[in-house]
C-alpha cells in the first residue's frame, strides 16, 4: 500500500515557515512528504531535513523528493532534534514544521493496529523497530492505570469504567485485535451515551496510541529544543490535534515569548529572562471550509507559530 498523508494547512504552513532559499528547514514529522514537497520547492542553495521515525514514511518521502538532492532523510523521533543537528554540524536552523496527528496511511493500513473502524492485532506503533505496541497497555497495564491515562489522554468520561470492563475481560483470555477492544469499549459505554457525539472507542484509541508513542511525554522538552536551535528570525510552526497537544504548544510558546517571571510586587526585574521570541498566530489558524470538505480528518488541526528573536 502507498504511503499518502494528506497534508493538512499546506498553504498556511508555507506562508508561516517565511522560507528563504538559502535557509536549513526541518520537517519533524515528514509523513509523505505533503508538506516537505512544497517546502523543498523553495529552497534554492538551501537544505531540507526530514525526520520521522516511521520507516516507510521515510522511504516514501525519499522516493517523493528524488529529484531534489538538498535534503537529508532522518529515521528517527523529531525529540532527539539536538542530536540530530549535532551530528550533522548544523549549529542553526531557519524554520521547522512539527505536524503532530498520526498519518492517512497509518489510519488507513488496518495491520498497523491505529484504527478502530478495522479489525487489526492490536499494535499502534509509530516506529515500529520497538516492541512496546498497544496490547502491552491493554494487557498488561493495571485497571488504575489504564483508566489514569484514558482520562487524560483520551478526556473520556468514561474511562474508569472502560477500564473496569478492560481488566475483566483480559482475565478470560487477552485482548489481542482492534475489534475485541472496540467491543469491550462498547459494552463499558452505556447506550444512551453512545448515541450523540463520535465513536464510543475514539477517545481510548487516541489515549493509547498517545501511550504507545510517548507523544506527549517529551512534546514540551521538544518545542524548547526546536525553538533554541532556530537563528534569529527563524520560525517554528506546530500543528495540533487534540486539546492536550495543543496546550502545551500554547503554554510553551507563552513561556518562550514572555519576558520577566518575577512576582508583580518586586520594584525590580531579578531574574533577568527576557523574551526568546514572538508568536506569530495570536490564535490558532484552523483548516477552511473548502479543506474539510476534502478532509474532514484535519477538522481538529491547529497551526500555532513562534519566531525566534
Not at 210 to 224: A, F, M, R
Not at 256 to 285: D, H, M, R, W, Y
Request: proline share 5%; with cysteine; glycine share 6%.
Amino acid at each position: 500500500m502507498e504511503f499518502y498523508h494528506v497534508p493538512v494547512l499546506k498553504d498556511e504552513c508555507i506562508e508561516a515557515l517565511n522560507i528563504k532559499p538559502d535557509g536549513i528547514i526541518i520537517d519533524g514529522t515528514i509523513g509523505g512528504a505533503g508538506h516537505s514537497s512544497e517546502i523543498v520547492k523553495r529552497l534554492g542553495s538551501g537544505r531540507l531535513i526530514g525526520i520521522d521515525q516511521d520507516y516507510n514514511a521515510i522511504n516514501a518521502a525519499k522516493e517523493r523528493l528524488s529529484a531534489y538532492r538538498n535534503v537529508t532523510f532522518v529515521n528517527t523521533n523529531f525529540k532527539y532534534i539536538k542530536q540530530i543537528l549535532a551530528d550533522l554540524n548544523i549549529s542553526q536552523i531557519n524554520g521547522a514544521l512539527l505536524d503532530l496527528g498520526v498519518s492517512s496511511h497509518q489510519l488507513d493500513t488496518p495491520q498497523r493496529g491505529f484504527s478502530y473502524q478495522e479489525d487489526a492485532p492490536l499494535d499502534m506503533r509509530m516506529d515500529t523497530r520497538k516492541s512496546f505496541s498497544a496490547y502491552n497497555v491493554v494487557n498488561e497495564y493495571s485497571e488504575e492505570r489504564l483508566a489514569e491515562i484514558i482520562f487524560n489522554y483520551g478526556e473520556d468520561r468514561w474511562a474508569k469504567r472502560i477500564a473496569e470492563f478492560i481488566v475483566s475481560e483480559r482475565k478470560k483470555s487477552p485482548i489481542e485485535t482492534t475489534y475485541q477492544l472496540v467491543s469491550v469499549i462498547k459494552k463499558a459505554v452505556p447506550l444512551g451515551a453512545r448515541k450523540d457525539g463520535p465513536h464510543p472507542a475514539k477517545r481510548t484509541f487516541q489515549a493509547i496510541r498517545i501511550e504507545v508513542n510517548g507523544e506527549l511525554s517529551l512534546l514540551k522538552q521538544s518545542i524548547e529544543d526546536f525553538a533554541q536551535s532556530l537563528a534569529p528570525g527563524g520560525r517554528l510552526a506546530v500543528i495540533t490535534f487534540h486539546s492536550l497537544e495543543d496546550r502545551i504548544v500554547k503554554n510553551v510558546f507563552a513561556s518562550l515569548a514572555s519576558g520577566c517571571t518575577c512576582p508583580k510586587e518586586f520594584p525590580v526585574c531579578v531574574c533577568g529572562k527576557k523574551p526568546e521570541g514572538k508568536i506569530i498566530t495570536k490564535k490558532p489558524v484552523i483548516s477552511n471550509e473548502a479543506e474539510l470538505a476534502e478532509n474532514p480528518r484535519a477538522r481538529s488541526a491547529k497551526l500555532r507559530v513562534f519566531e525566534k528573536y
